[in-house]
């Protein structure tokens, strides 16, 4: 625990955990997109990926214990930056210039990380936390994408995670020393072509669902 305290109050050990943490969440990413991409085999191959992954039971357990650590050094850290920058940006005397300079992903990163915290509630309550007894989790899956609002909402905040991440993805090895002259060009590409992978694949989910179930 003192480590965890020594890093947290270090300015780069804050950001190697939210480079790691970061890191985390886009291999979690990729293996939940390629798990909802079961969807378009239909009903039976997307309950019987989803039974799979439960049959696995501790190690699923322990990976979901892993997530919400991970969530919550994330989230600490993205609020105490949050502060920090906006002291530093009050203060004349302290340039405020982001490396890499000034994108969109840049310039809302705490933003569209609360919308996506909030995102998560929802979809954890909608799709999780919810009793599956007398239903299966395809079931469930087309019932929320009948609802046009949840269609809009889905689509749009993928949108957002994938402006997140376009920046998030440059930084993080930015902070974890890819940063030289040779190679930040292919990060930012790389980090831009993922963001637009996980824009269309989880967001184009809910339109299909709603149009084809
Ligand atoms: C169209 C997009 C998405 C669909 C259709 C979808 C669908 C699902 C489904 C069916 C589950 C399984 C519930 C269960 O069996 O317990 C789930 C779990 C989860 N999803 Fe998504 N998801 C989508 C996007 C996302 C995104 C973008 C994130 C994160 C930013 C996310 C985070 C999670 C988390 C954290 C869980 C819980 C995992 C666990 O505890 O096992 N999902 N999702």
Redo the contacts with the bound molecule.
């Keep these: 625990m003192k480590w965890f305290i020594n890093t947290l109050s270090t300015s780069i050990g804050k950001k190697l955990l939210m480079a790691v943490t970061g890191l985390g ?1 886009i291999c ?2 990729l293996v ?1 997109l390629a798990g ?1 991409l079961t ?1 378009y085999g239909g009903k039976d191959v997307f309950n019987s990926y ?1 039974e799979h ?2 049959a696995l039971g501790p190690i ?1 357990h322990i ?2 214990l892993g ?1 919400l650590a991970m969530a919550l050094v994330h989230i600490s850290i993205g609020i105490i930056l949050f502060f920090q920058n906006l002291r530093a940006r009050s203060s004349r005397y302290v340039m405020n210039v982001r490396a890499g300079g000034r994108t969109i992903g840049s310039a809302t990163m705490p933003y569209t990380g609360l919308i ?1 915290l909030l ?2 509630i929802l ?2 309550v909608q ?2 936390f919810t009793d599956k007894t007398h239903t299966n ?1 395809f079931q ?2 087309a019932m929320a994408f009948n609802n046009p609002l949840y269609v809009v909402i ?1 689509t749009l ?2 949108g957002i ?1 994938a402006i997140h991440i376009s920046h998030g993805f440059w930084s993080l090895f930015q902070t974890l020393g890819a940063n030289h002259p040779k190679y930040s060009p292919a990060v930012f590409v790389f980090g831009i072509g993922l963001s637009i992978i ?1 824009g269309i694949g ?2 184009f ?2 339109i299909y669902v709603a149009f084809s179930v």
Excluded: K
């Design positions: 969440f979690f990413l939940h909802n969807i989803s992954l439960h699923v990976a979901e997530l996506i995102f998560v979809h954890l799709f999780h989790i469930i899956v889905y905040v993928m995670l996980f989880f967001g989910l809910p």
